[in-house]
């Protein structure tokens, strides 16, 4: 096992997309999934592999806001697929938390700029230094939001942003055990999730 975790630097491009490209494809990904089905609700691992289209990367998704227990999710990763995942993030959808580019943006960072410490475990190795230059801010993209999302909004094509602290880890050769947490709203919401991934 090794001493220390490994985090693809922010300035590269894995898989020949930057993080902000990844951020938007991982938010594309889970408000595309309906809640009933959705990772985010889904507190045992079931739901880890729904529309995970990637061969080389497994998006894994935290809990939501106002959730009080920590999700256990438990399931299979590809030996050597890389993971992409929020510790804390955020997303500023057109018409339901702003009305303006200008409102949505200023939302998006006002969320993020105050937040508790960030923290990823790994197979027992914890970062709790040195995560926050791992912020992205994208550029506005758009969703396409089914019958019952996640967000329990009109279904159809929104325009969003989103801010947040990301990790992107190298391909995993071996059975994971990870877990993280932050919190925002000055520790009101807290985010925390643990994942146990068995690789084959």
Request: net charge neutral; charged share 20%.
């Amino acid at each position: 096992m090794s001493s220390q975790i490994n985090i693809i630097s922010i300035d590269s491009k894995p898989f020949g997309l930057s993080y902000s490209d990844w951020v938007i494809k991982w938010w594309q990904w889970l408000s595309s999934i309906p809640k009933d089905k959705n990772p985010a609700f889904d507190w045992k691992g079931v739901n880890v592999n729904i529309n995970q289209n990637d061969p080389n990367v497994l998006f894994l998704c935290q809990t939501y806001e106002g959730v009080e227990s920590t999700p256990s999710r438990k399931n299979i990763i590809t030996k050597g697929r890389s993971i992409f995942m929020p510790i804390i993030n955020w997303i500023s959808i057109m018409h339901h938390d702003g009305d303006t580019d200008k409102e949505l943006l200023e939302i998006a960072r006002n969320k993020m700029d105050v937040i508790g410490p960030l923290e990823i475990t790994i197979n027992g190795i914890t970062i709790n230094k040195g995560l926050e230059k791992y912020r992205i801010l994208s550029p506005f993209f758009e969703i396409n939001l089914p019958e019952n999302n996640i967000f329990g909004i009109f279904s159809g094509k929104r325009r969003c942003i989103s801010d947040g602290y990301w990790v992107f880890l190298p391909p995993v050769y071996e059975n994971l055990k990870l877990s993280s947490f932050s919190s925002c709203s000055s520790g009101v919401t807290k985010i925390k999730v643990n994942y146990e991934l068995n690789t084959n």
